[in-house]
């Protein structure tokens, strides 16, 4: 039996919910995951310290009783965003980075920028503190071929961002395309990769049907640019990391309107290996799940490990939602049905 023992890795783009799709699902991340970036487009956006202070508390009391799970907090960039909130808001610690929806991008951007150079003032100012921009790198323009919507949204805002700032800490989260892969490493910003950009192409949306378990944003593109970010993903350079994405919908809302979003925390590490086992870089993981991430924003590796063990690990088909004792929704798990090589074992003392 092969086993892997790392750092205890760091989810660098996580979305946590509320209610009880809060408290049901952190345990998947709060168990082997030492922090996470928690994404701030809850029904209401996370825009003011004081709404990111009560919503990391309720994350807080979310999480299992001797957790040392850290949660860090983004503010929601909107058009009417404070400046002075922001900044104080980063360097009282409250807010770890600023997250850039444009306007109507994905779920819950409805508050999101229309448009982007009306807050180059503040991307002056987080230059100037050291502040993480985390992009969501779609354009909106409905003219735009859903598949282009990365690529147009690098040319079209991105690339003059980055001229612009070249200090700002950019993060194009979530990369889709060859394009990203490497204009993120041609102009020495950060990227996080999610595990099912890794696994599916756009294919698995058409597969036996329409199937929204597939879909989500960005969407999945050709094959040509998963085998690409295969390659960066594995290639333990420092500009990748790991950042899930995992964004449960409630079966139910997801069958009725096919919402954009794959939930893949119960399943996470070991998806990640199973692409880094096929590409035959296993030691390349603990850079992309511990080490990278840490490095590009300038806090410390996490100090516990975990071990993983390669042997069957059959994925559930779903995750049930309890509120008290009764079952208000399911979610359906990245990888449901399948049987993957790789489980985490514990934490390595
Ligand atoms: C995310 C969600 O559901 O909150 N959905 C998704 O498809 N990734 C939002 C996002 O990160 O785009
Ligand atoms: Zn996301």
């Excluded at 990369?175 to 990227?191: C, P």
């Excluded at 925390?265 to 035959?280: D, I």
Aim: hydrophobic share 40%; proline share 6%; aromatic share 10%.
């Amino acid at each position: 039996m092969k086993t892997l023992t790392i750092l205890k890795p760091d989810d660098w783009h996580l979305h946590l919910r509320e209610g009880p799709v809060l408290k049901n699902i952190i345990p998947f991340t709060s168990e082997y995951f030492g922090r996470a970036i928690v994404m701030p487009n809850t029904k209401i956006p996370i825009t003011s310290i004081d709404s990111a202070i009560s919503y990391k508390k309720t994350i807080v009391e979310a999480l299992p009783g001797s957790s040392k799970f850290e949660p860090l907090m983004t503010m929601y960039l909107t058009d009417e965003a404070d400046k002075r909130e922001l900044i104080s808001g980063f360097k009282n610690n409250v807010f770890f980075a600023a997250k850039l929806y444009p306007a109507n991008a994905t779920t819950n951007s409805s508050y999101g920028v229309k448009k982007i150079e009306n807050l180059y003032e503040i991307f002056e100012l987080m230059q100037d503190s050291g502040m993480p921009l985390l992009i969501h790198g779609e354009v909106t323009d409905t003219e735009v071929d859903v598949f282009d919507r990365e690529e147009v949204f690098i040319d079209r805002e991105l690339s003059p961002i980055a001229k612009r700032f070249p200090k700002l800490k950019i993060v194009l989260e979530h990369i889709t395309t060859s394009y990203a892969v490497d204009f993120v490493q041609e102009n020495n910003i950060g990227a996080t990769i999610t595990p099912h950009h890794l696994h599916i192409n756009r294919n698995a949306m058409f597969f036996g049907g329409l199937n929204s378990d597939f879909y989500c944003l960005p969407v999945a593109k050709r094959e040509k640019h998963r085998l690409a970010l295969r390659k960066a993903a594995t290639s333990g350079k420092e500009c990748f990391f790991l950042g899930t994405d995992s964004a449960p919908h409630l079966r139910k809302w997801k069958a009725f309107c096919g919402c954009a979003g794959i939930f893949n925390s119960p399943v996470a590490l070991e998806s990640y290996l199973t692409v880094f086992e096929e590409e035959n870089a296993l030691d390349n993981f603990e850079k992309f799940s511990s080490l990278n991430g840490p490095k590009f924003y300038n806090v410390p590796p996490n100090k516990e490990r975990i071990k993983l063990v390669s042997k069957p690990n059959k994925i559930v088909d779903f995750i049930d939602v309890f509120e008290q004792e009764n079952i208000v929704g399911q979610i359906k798990p990245l990888h449901a049905g399948e049987t993957l090589k790789w489980q985490v074992d514990g934490i390595v003392n």
